[in-house]
């Protein structure tokens, strides 16, 4: 009897434990072994992204290099002779009108108005026609005439130049300290017609012509004042990028930046502490 208990007794045993640790189905673990397929691939599929991913951005940043080397190129191969030769012309121009001038007036706030530039403008054409008569009329003296003065309003110098033209000389600076000089010329056949840009000394990318096309017929004073901006804007710009150049130049791997710096990018070198 004590055979038989033992014997049924280790039978139960056997049945429970079958219980307890159930038969995997041959679809289970066929499904177990696809998910765990899928899983390694979407590991490397994750690797892969990222490997072309980085190879896109290595192309994009060869490519805009590639263009930014061109534009500097073109930047300078635009900038010599002829730019040159016109700068140093008018600068010189510019230098024997303000050296003949007999007074410099500062203007501040409103007296700087279309009015005052509407009397530059008159005054210039009859100065031009006064020389343009025949014989030694032309030459007769005028104490009106023999006043030459020039006028400051905040970075602005503005004169009258021979040939019924109006100049302005452009001063641009930062932090206190002065920096480049940019010219324009205006120019008009009568009191009557519009004004329009006859030269000027802009560096080529700045929106010089479609200000003028924009504002310079409808409101001259607003043109004047927005290529002062402008060109104060973008020596800013310059001078900030150049600043951090030189601050932060061991930090910054590389810096790429459009012609008038209003688009910048840079790359920080990473230091394994």
């Known amino acids: 009897m004590e055979g038989s208990d033992m014997e049924e007794s280790s039978m139960k045993h056997n049945i429970m434990s079958s219980r307890k640790k159930p038969i995997l189905s041959p679809d289970y673990a066929r499904r177990h072994l696809e998910q765990l397929k899928g899983r390694g691939y979407a ?3 994750e690797v892969n992204f990222m490997q072309e991913e980085d190879a896109r951005l290595d192309t994009t940043r060869a490519r805009l290099n590639n263009v930014l080397k061109r534009h500097e190129e073109l930047k300078e191969r635009l900038s010599r002779d002829s730019d040159k030769m016109i ?6 121009e510019f230098e024997a009108a303000l050296a003949a001038q ?7 706030g409103e007296q700087w108005n279309d009015g005052l530039l509407a009397t530059i403008r008159e ?5 031009a026609d006064r020389k343009a008569m025949p014989g030694d009329m032309g030459m007769l003296p005028d104490h009106h005439f023999h006043e030459k003065s020039s006028y400051k ?7 009258c130049l021979e040939g019924a033209r109006i100049g302005i000389q452009y001063e641009t600076s930062f932090a206190d300290e002065p920096r480049e000089l940019y010219h ?4 008009s056949r009568s009191f009557l017609e ?18 003028e096309n924009d504002l310079l017929s409808s409101n001259a004073m607003r043109f004047i004042d927005y290529v002062g901006e402008l060109v104060q804007a973008y020596v800013d710009r310059r001078e900030q990028v150049n600043l951090i150049k ?26 394994d502490w």
């Open 43 to 45: 590991v490397t599929g």
């Open 87 to 92: 700068y140093e012309r008018l600068q010189k």
């Open 102 to 108: 007999t007074e410099e007036i500062y203007l501040d």
């Open 123 to 127: 005054r210039v054409h009859m100065e």
């Open 153 to 159: 309003v905040g970075n602005k110098v503005i004169c």
């Open 184 to 187: 324009c010329v205006l120019e």
């Open 194 to 211: 519009k004004m329009t840009v006859a030269e000027h000394t802009v560096p080529f990318f700045l929106p010089v012509r479609e200000a």
């Open 246 to 271: 030189e601050l932060y130049g061991n930090q910054i791997g590389e810096l790429y930046h459009s012609l008038p710096y209003h688009v910048i990018e840079f790359v920080l070198n990473v230091y």
